[in-house]
Structures are given as C-alpha cells and as structure tokens.
C-alpha cells in the first residue's frame, strides 16, 4: 500500500515538473495564452494607442520571413481561435476570448508577416467597422460589442475620422498611431502586455 501511494506520488511530481518545464510546447499542461504566446515567439515591433483610453495599447510583432499562412498554422498548433476569418487580400483575422490577432503582409517587405494582437476593448472602441467587412460576420461582432456597434462607429468615424483604426498597415492619420514608432528597431525580443508603454 505505502509503495502504491508513493509511486503516484513520484510519478505525480514527474508530470507536474515536465509540464512546468515545457510551458510553451504541445501537449503541456500548463500553455501560455495566446498574448503571452506571441509576444514570446515574435519581436515586438510597435506599438498603437488607444484613443479613448491611453493606458490601452495594442502591440504589432513582426515574423521575419514568413508568409500568412505559416504563421496562422503556428499560431493555431499552439491555440486553436474560437473564430477565424480565411485569408484574403493579405490579411487573416483570429479572434480568442478577449483578443483579436490580425495578420498582415508587410508593405515594407512582403516575405514578413505583422501580427497585431489587440484587446476586445482596444477593439471595440478604436477599429472602425469596415476592417472587419468580408472576414467577419457582423452579427459575430454585434454580439460581442452590442447590436449598434456597428452603425454606431461608422457614425463615429464620419464625425472624427481620426479616431477610427483601420489596422496596422492602413493606420493613416489615425491619432494613436505613434508618429514614432515606440518599438521599431528594438533588439528587444518579445514584450507580451506593457510593452512600450
């Protein structure tokens, strides 16, 4: 009886240690959400701010000579998105339970992808709708934001144009892109939630 309980013990100790050692692999008990995925398997490129609360950021990371659809299948190994757009005109929409990952084709190299992970409120109360128009349904986003929400930003982005987001590549003269990339050129490998703030 005593060798039972202590060889579960052992084997018991055996598996919890494998799975805190191995936190990011397939199969681990204990996985990094998808945030923390990211921010430690890509580098950190740049930030956005938010308009309407600038404690509030959204961070781009950059995969280096990979296309969209290698980073969407490293992505999924490691967490599969409850949903997903295809992709289509460079661009691939995930959604997890409060963050939004968006690829993109880089427009200063095509072979680089631009990932854009940005929280449900960033979300809500920066990306003008038509970002989302042929990759997402709207009645996924109205019930996530609010059945309004989208006429309600559309209005929003007549009256201010400057206040709604288009995404990365497309910010424009959206005002909490940074006129200086915060992060561009870092070394710094990373960052996860906080980064260039």
């Known amino acids: 009886m005593k060798r039972t309980i202590l060889s579960i013990m052992i084997v018991s100790v055996l598996l919890f240690v494998s799975a805190c050692g191995n936190g990011s692999g397939s199969g681990s008990l204990f996985k990094d959400g998808i945030e923390d995925y990211i921010g430690s398997t890509y580098q950190l490129f740049d930030t956005v701010t938010s308009t309407a609360n600038s404690d509030d950021y959204a961070q781009v990371y950059i995969a280096e000579n990979q296309d969209i659809s290698t980073v969407a299948s490293d992505i ?5 998105p409850s949903e997903m757009s295809e992709e289509r005109d460079g661009k691939q929409i995930f959604i997890y339970d409060n963050q939004f990952v968006t690829l993109t084709e880089s427009q200063d190299n095509s072979s680089d992808t631009m990932i854009e992970v940005a929280g449900e409120e960033f979300v809500q109360k920066n990306y ?17 934001f609010g059945n309004n929400w989208g006429s309600n930003r559309s209005q929003a982005c007549k009256v201010n144009p400057s206040s709604c987001y288009g995404g990365y590549n497309a910010a424009g003269t959206f005002a909490g892109k940074n006129s200086v990339p915060s992060i561009r050129g870092s070394s710094v490998r990373g960052g996860g939630t906080g980064s260039g703030k």
């Open 128 to 144: 003008r709708p038509s970002f989302f128009e042929g990759y997402l349904l709207a009645s996924l986003l109205g019930n996530m």
């Open 76 to 80: 999924q190994n490691h967490e599969k």
